[in-house]
Structures are given as structure tokens and as C-alpha cells.
């Protein structure tokens, strides 16, 4: 799918750069030097995403994002500002990304393949599986879940069995972050803001470290789930000994064990906690 990108900020220079990059890339990019002239170019072709800086001459930055949501709420925004106290403002408009200036182009570059692919991701679920949708309770949202995994054929079984539930079973369909490596899953934990960050500590190079660095970040999930542990020498134990962690067995190429684990996720365990009724292998340390 082509995408197109519309980049408004009123440093020409920086928005030169930034079409090329994305034009290189493969991107549609339109640019917008103030806030006149995005709505102007968002009307004429609405995108698929906005890169917006928020402090600009004229009409600001938030009130582009609040026409962008009244027209087209579909679109992906990714806010650019050199002024974090004024994420509080923009933040009830609703936006998908916030970027400070100034930032490394390449952490940009990977926010805004991730909210594409997720888009047409999205997209293409709800025109191909839309009996899915329908098995969400009614007014239940859709869960958000980041996995780091590097191993592909350890991944798809999990990603697939919690996207496809069988039908009576109501768990919902889930939306799956997939990263392979701890850059990538910093990057996405900060950008997408997940409701859940699966882990798993046997594939992971040095998982105590990588854990210490998921917590550390600025936003943090609802909570973590853990899985395949293994042992660690002591100094590398520690630290996720003083973490609240909870911990799957389970086989993921086994559907006997993979109910384990769908079963559970399908009552929203982040909104009280997943320790709360929860039986079988399913564990939990503090």
C-alpha cells in the first residue's frame, strides 16, 4: 500500500529534509510550512499521517491536530515539538506518537514505519475479518499488545492464535506489535504506548539488562508478561527479582497450552492486575 505523509513545521529546512528521507523511503510526502497551509493541504488530500509541529506563526499546532481529528479521526499524527510542556494540551486531542526536538532521525523514521504498518494492518482486518471484530463484548476496546520476540516461528503462534480466537470464545482481537530486538521494542513501547509488553527471556540477548531497560522507559504498560524463563546467574536474577512480573510456561506450538494463555487475556487482566484469579501456569512474582 502507498502511504502518504504530510510533514508540517515552519523550519523549511527540516522539512526538506524530512520529505526526502520519506520520499526515499517510498512515501507520497506533501509539505505544510504553517498551520494555514496544512489544513489547506490536509482538505485538498487528506494523509494516512502527519508529522506536526506544534509551535508555529499563525494557526498552531493544536489546532491542526483538532481538524485533523474532525475530519479524517483515521489518520496517524505524530506530534514534533521542541516544547514537551505542551503535551498536556494536545494530549485530549489525541495524537499516536510525541517527538522531541531536537531527536534522532532514525528513531523518527522507525515511529512512523510502525504506525503505518499497524495502519494497514487495521485496515485490512476490518475488511477481511470482521466476524473477528463482532466477537469483542459490546463496548469492550480493543487491547494493544507490543511482543519482543526475535524468533519469527516463536512469535506467529502466539500472535496467531490471540488473533484468531475460535468462535465462541469471546476473547476479543488483539493488536500486535511484533519487534525482534530490544532497540526496536523501546522504540515502539514509546511510541504506541501498548496495553502489555510479552517478553521472552530465553531468546532475548541478555534479558535482565533488556527488562531494566523496558522498565526504565518513560511510558510504561498496563504490565508485562514474561515467558520461556530461564535461569540467569545471580546478579542478572536480581534484577528481575525486584520487579512485579508474571510469567507464562507455556509451549506456544501446542494448543492445549496456548488456551493457558488465551483463556487469561481474555479478561482484560490489565485492568486489575493479572494476578487476580488466575490459576495454572500462570504465575506471578513480586
Avoid at 506536526?52 to 483515521?74: E, F, N
Avoid at 459490546?138 to 490471540?162: N, Q, S
Avoid at 514509546?190 to 534479558?207: C, I, N, S
Wanted: glycine share 4%; hydrophobic share 40%.
Amino acid at each position: 500500500m502507498e502511504f502518504r505523509i504530510l510533514v508540517v513545521d515552519d523550519e523549511e529546512s527540516l522539512v526538506s529534509t524530512l520529505t526526502e528521507i520519506f520520499f526515499e523511503k517510498g512515501y507520497l510526502v506533501s509539505q505544510a510550512l504553517s498551520g494555514e497551509e496544512a489544513v489547506e493541504a490536509f482538505d485538498r488530500q487528506p494523509a494516512d499521517l502527519v508529522l506536526l509541529d506544534l509551535q508555529m506563526p499563525g494557526l498552531s499546532g493544536a489546532d491542526v491536530l483538532r481538524h485533523i481529528r474532525a475530519k479524517a479521526p483515521q489518520t496517524r499524527v505524530v506530534v514534533v515539538t521542541a516544547f514537551p510542556e505542551r503535551e498536556n494540551e494536545v494530549k485530549p486531542l489525541g495524537y499516536d506518537a510525541f517527538v522531541q526536538k531536537p531527536f534522532a532521525m532514525e528513531r523518527l523514521v522507525r515511529t512512523v514505519d510502525s504506525l503505518l504498518t499497524r495502519k494497514d494492518e487495521e485496515e485490512l482486518k476490518t475488511v477481511t475479518m470482521p466476524e473477528e471484530l463482532e466477537q469483542a463484548s459490546p463496548g469492550e476496546p480493543l487491547a494493544d499488545i507490543l511482543i519482543l520476540e526475535p524468533v519469527k516461528d516463536i512469535a506467529a503462534p502466539i500472535i496467531y492464535f490471540l488473533r484468531h480466537p475460535e468462535p465462541g470464545r469471546g476473547y476479543g482481537t488483539y493488536h500486535f506489535s511484533w519487534a525482534d530486538d530490544l532497540s526496536q521494542a523501546m522504540t515502539v513501547l514509546f511510541a504506541m504506548r501498548p496495553d502489555l509488553v510479552m517478553v521472552d527471556l530465553l531468546t532475548v540477548p541478555a534479558p535482565a539488562d533488556a527488562v531494566k531497560q523496558l522498565t526504565s522507559c518513560e511510558y510504561q504498560p498496563k504490565d508485562y508478561l514474561f515467558y520461556f524463563h530461564r535461569p540467569l546467574p545471580p546478579e542478572r536474577q536480581q534484577v528481575l527479582n525486584t520487579l512485579s512480573f508474571k510469567h507464562w510456561q507455556g509451549n506456544p506450538w501446542k494448543e492445549r497450552e496456548l488456551e493457558t494463555l488465551g483463556s487469561s487475556s481474555a479478561r482484560r487482566p490489565w485492568s486489575t492486575g493479572w494476578s487476580n484469579g488466575r490459576r495454572g501456569r500462570w504465575n506471578s512474582r513480586s
